[in-house]
Every structure is written in C-alpha cells, then in structure tokens.
C-alpha cells in the first residue's frame, strides 16, 4: 500500500484502490501531483481502477478535466464509487459530457464497482 498527502492506493486480485483522503478542494496542481503518484506506484502495469472519490469536497475544473483526461493513463477501466447524491449528479453530468477514454461506471457501493471492474482483470 501507497499513502500520499492526499490518497491512499494499494492493488488486491489485480485491481488498483484508490482511495482520495479528504481533499476540501481539489485544484489542477494538485491533480497532476495526484496521477503522477499513481504512474509511479503502477510501474507501467495498467489495471482497472476503483476510485472512491468521496473525499473530495470540491473541485475546480481544470482538475475533473486533468483527470478524466491524463489521469485516465494506465487504467483498463475505472468504478469511481461516490454515493453522495449530488456527486453522483454531478459525475453523471460530467462523464456523459466529457466522454471518458476507457471504460467508465459511477457506482453507490465498493461491491457494485468490483463487479463491474473483474471483467477488466
């Protein structure tokens, strides 16, 4: 398991968790910082990703841009687990506007996106 300032990302049966940590608003440095731990950590091995993103208070948007776009680099797929209403709102809205380059699922409970992410082991 990896832990940095603002998340926490191990892998288990082939499928990276990555947990954010209470972030009260994300901005785009801090993004970047964000996936170039998370390139780090994989060693160029792609996997599909299960990212809980409730910790995430607010964001700007060059931030959700950087990371449906750059931080989509090494995923097969992700679940970004999140069942804050609004949040899911929002990450509906923005997945279905932004077209996300790999595989992409919203989901209410860790169970509901490990279904969805084994068929990308």
Request: some cysteine; proline content about 6%.
């Given at each position: 398991?990896?832990?940095?300032?603002?998340?926490?990302?191990?892998?288990?049966?082939?499928?990276?968790?990555?947990?954010?940590?209470?972030?009260?608003?994300?901005?785009?440095?801090?993004?970047?910082?964000?996936?170039?731990?998370?390139?780090?950590?994989?060693?160029?091995?792609?996997?599909?990703?299960?990212?809980?993103?409730?910790?995430?208070?607010?964001?700007?948007?060059?931030?959700?841009?950087?990371?449906?776009?750059?931080?989509?680099a090494l995923t097969k797929a992700v679940a970004i687990v999140d069942n804050r209403h609004i949040a899911n709102v929002m990450l509906r809205f923005y997945l279905m506007k932004n077209k996300p380059l790999v595989p992409s699922k919203i989901c209410d409970t860790q169970e509901d996106a490990l279904s969805f992410l084994n068929t990308y082991v």
């Open positions: 398991m990896k832990e940095t300032p603002h998340a926490k990302f191990w892998i288990t049966n082939g499928i990276m968790f990555f947990i954010y940590k209470p972030i009260s608003f994300l901005d785009y440095p801090t993004a970047k910082k964000i996936v170039e731990e998370r390139l780090k950590f994989q060693l160029e091995t792609q996997y599909p990703i299960l990212c809980d993103t409730q910790g995430i208070k607010n964001s700007a948007k060059s931030a959700r841009d950087y990371l449906a776009n750059e931080g989509s």
